[in-house]
């Protein structure tokens, strides 16, 4: 069987609740997801005005001393070798930080008596996609989506859409106002799928630290107002 979506077409699955055995599985699908983002990010970095304007005076640099143009090729290239390693390093920093926060302890952190719920998506007998909902931090009557991930093979089946679904259906259960989310500029397929959802975006912002402000880290916010809706 392949892998890809066109082999998947008739792939059943269903959406439930998480459950203790699923801990691992819905960490790994998490951590997998995030990973795939690595590439995309140097690409990001290695595009930003000042990231070229480095590259192109070292390489000037080293072709006017060096008269060759073996030395800057070889230098650009250790450089550029450097620069993903460090940048694959500061991604799985977030990454760990990530499972150690929310996804330390997923049944506390999404327990349904404090207004929150986690949601697995189920196929083939084992963990294939997941999402969460919490409620928003210092804002009455908003819940906040989360970790919403499907493994690559299963992609282009509906689940996320699914998962999509069954969250914003639980907040509107729970009388809540409006469902919140926040995605990087790199999850360019998360931001098409939340839009065909109904998510409106809210603002940008960079992230408001150094290394977020070097490479650009544009944090998009998106609302979906259950005021009104079906």
């Keep these: 069987m392949g892998g890809g979506p066109e082999a998947r077409t008739m792939v059943e699955f269903r959406i439930r609740l998480y459950r203790e055995d699923d801990y691992e599985a819905v960490r790994e699908v998490f951590a997998t997801?995030?990973?795939?983002y690595v590439p995309a990010l140097c690409l990001h970095v290695l595009r930003q005005p000042w990231v070229l304007l480095v590259l192109g005076c070292t390489f000037c640099l080293l072709l006017a001393s060096a008269r060759s143009l073996l030395l800057p090729v070889l230098a650009l290239?250790?450089?550029?070798?450097?620069?993903?390693?460090?940048?694959?390093y500061a991604w799985s920093t977030y990454i760990d930080r990530c499972l150690g926060d929310d996804l330390q302890d997923i049944a506390a952190t999404y327990a349904e008596n404090a207004g929150a719920q986690f949601w697995v998506a189920e196929a083939d007998e084992r963990v294939v996609g997941t999402v969460g909902l919490r409620p928003a931090d210092g804002t009455d009557g908003e819940v906040v989506l989360k970790r919403m991930s499907v493994r690559k093979d299963y992609r282009g089946l509906g689940i996320a859409t699914a998962l999509g679904r069954t969250a914003l259906a639980f907040a509107r259960q729970r009388g809540y106002r409006a469902v919140v989310l926040n995605t990087l500029m790199l999850q360019h397929e998360a931001r098409a799928l939340y839009e065909r959802l109904g998510f409106r975006q809210q603002r940008h912002y960079v992230l408001p630290t150094i290394y977020g402000r070097l490479a650009n880290c544009t944090i998009t916010t998106y609302r979906y107002d259950l005021s009104g809706t079906p």
């Design 33 to 36: 997801g995030m990973s795939e």
């Design 77 to 88: 290239t250790l450089l550029l070798a450097l620069a993903r390693h460090l940048l694959g």
